[in-house]
T-cell receptor, first 112, second 117 residues
């Protein structure tokens, strides 16, 4: 089955790096996603990685995947006030027709 | 990037009213669309998977007769909350994925906040 867990809160100083962590359980063919949700809005796809990859970088975002530990992280470099939001980790597996299982979301607060 | 439009963004109506929410993929064709419900400060709960030209697949515990889903074209899916009651008040979000085969990321609409008085 699927069970995605992530820490609930993260506070970071503007300009520092943010690291949001997530663990998942399904070891089959899996895509792992990071979505951002701002208040009152839908989800914005930030990046995603397939389970046979170790790392993916896209501008300020770096995704690291530890397959052995089933641990996924999202690093945001040079965090800005506009990065304050809820970040959801999600897993989509072939065994479940790639329907997404979401973590509870990590609320990131960027302080000046 | 892929754009999904959801309408209306906010609706308030009286108990017993039926409410229709539209989800459109604006720049791609989506054979599959998903409907989610999100309670305050919680994660998304998948309600149903909507496939173009066929009946929707509902998740366990979701009432089919309460939440009617229609996916008549590759760019439009609708969710109708029938005879809505205050407990149906929630944030409803749709998503759509490209039909290129295999797994494609889901792109989300901006959500509809439904308030039933």
């Amino acid at each position: 089955g699927e069970d995605v867990e992530q820490s609930l809160f993260l506070s970071v100083r503007e300009g520092d790096s943010s690291v949001i962590n997530c663990t998942y359980t399904d070891s089959s063919s899996t895509y792992l996603y990071w979505y951002k949700q701002e208040p009152g809005a839908g989800l914005q796809l930030l990046t995603y990685i397939f389970s046979n990859m170790d790392m993916k970088q896209d501008q300020r975002l770096t995704v690291l995947l530890n397959k052995k530990d089933k641990h996924l992280s999202l690093r945001i470099a040079d965090t800005q006030t506009g990065d304050s939001a809820i970040y959801f980790c999600a897993e989509g597996t072939a065994s479940n027709d790639y329907k997404l299982s979401f973590g509870a979301g990590t609320t990131v607060t960027v302080r000046a | 990037g892929a754009v999904v439009s959801q309408h209306p963004s906010w609706v308030i109506c009286k108990s017993g009213t039926s409410v229709k929410i539209e989800c459109r993929s604006l720049d791609f064709q989506a054979t599959t669309m998903f409907w989610y419900r999100q309670f305050p400060k919680q994660s998304l709960m998948l309600m149903a998977t909507s496939n173009e030209g066929s009946k929707a697949t509902y998740e366990q515990g979701v009432e089919k007769d309460k939440f009617l889903i229609n996916h008549a074209s590759l760019t439009l899916s609708t969710l109708t909350v029938t005879s809505a009651h205050p407990e149906d008040s929630s944030f409803y979000i749709c998503s759509a994925s490209h039909p290129r085969g295999g797994n494609q990321p889901q792109h989300f609409g901006d959500g509809t906040r439904l308030s039933i008085l």
